[in-house]
């Protein structure tokens, strides 16, 4: 390990995306509009051998994604393997394609934790959000499998135009679940929640109202939930730390063994992203060139360079940056201070005024292939 190795801080957590094969066409979901096959998954010894890898580098948390997690047949054998080695264990499931059966196999296995996603908390809307025609139902039954088997639940639910009316609604849904944290995120414009950005954002006010009535309820359910609130990007002053700052605490690996620095970071063009079937999980993290890319400040330009929150938000997202000012090394446009800010205003003012906002959206959902463009 070189001298400048030593520096960098060992990785927390891993983000293992088992699978990109899901059920639900979710049109905000952050995987990539180029999903990944079965054919190119990893196989079961491989995963064990990266989550071994894993705790010895020193990662605590095992976060299983996809994708649906549950589509894979080992996953019972990965979440044991994964006990044995001392990670704490968390399952991110849409809920569709578990089973009581199967929960209870994950329970036993060692499973630590369970997240469970929500698209709306009324059940016509939840569905065609999902684009899965009884998904609420399932969604309902695996809740109480989860909390059965005596695993704590966690209620994640993503804010857009289509539910922002009903924030506060699914905290209680969450609740009534009985979960106990419930994560309410305003949607992230990567992937396939970008294609979708003109039918998913809601205007500036109704993402107002919907924060502060989320907000309120944590007054409400004080002592029984706890809420954890990510506020839209686009509506800020200044951006978020992405993932804590870049390589800086945890990592994902695709289906097909990519380790990315965060989940949208192949969009940003001239990165080389190490494989973990041809490179170990040290090596990546501490040497790899795409890890090394925006950790800590040398890389930033003005305005970042000389601002006194670089090292709280660490310039915000390269991929919001690549994305909004056609380079990775710009400061987040979400900053008021960035020159390229008035795009953000641009997008805030087209959303203000849609026609549709109060119609039902046209999603382009999330499937293996993208559609035709049309002429």
Known sequence: ???????????????????????????????????????????????????????ALGVLHAHFSGGEPAARRDLVEIVAHCAKVGLYTNLITSGVGLTQALVKELADAGLDHAQLSIQDSEAESADRIAGYSGAFARKRAAAEWITQAGLPLTVNAVIHRANVARAGKMVEFAVA???????????????????????????????????????ALRKTYAGVIVIDHVIPDYHARYPKACMGGWGKRGLNVTPSGKALPCHAAETIPGLEFWNVREHSLEDIWFNSAAFNA???????????????RKTIDYGGC??????????????????????????????????????????????????????????
């Open 1 to 55: 390990m070189s001298a400048d190795a030593k520096k960098i801080p060992t990785p927390v957590g891993l983000l293992a995306e088992l699978t990109h094969r899901c059920p639900l066409g979710c049109p905000y979901c952050s995987n990539p509009l180029a999903l990944e096959p079965r054919a190119d998954e990893l196989d079961t010894a491989s995963w064990k051998d990266i989550f071994s890898q894993a705790a």
């Open 294 to 308: 925006f950790r800590g400040t040398d890389w930033m330009r003005e305005p970042c360079r000389s601002c006194e």
């Open 318 to 375: 390269r991929c919001q940056a690549l994305t909004l000012a056609g380079d990775a090394r710009e400061a987040d446009p979400v900053c008021h201070l960035s020159p390229y800010h008035a795009k953000v205003a641009e997008i805030g003012e087209v959303a203000a005024g849609s026609k549709e906002i109060d119609c039902e959206p046209a999603y382009v959902y999330r499937r293996v292939k993208l559609p035709e463009p049309a002429e």
């Open 177 to 215: 679940l009985g979960a106990r944290r419930v994560e309410v995120a305003h949607t992230q414009y990567y992937g396939w929640a970008m294609i979708n950005r003109a039918a998913l954002m809601p205007t500036a006010a109704q993402a107002e109202a919907a924060i502060a009535e989320v907000e």
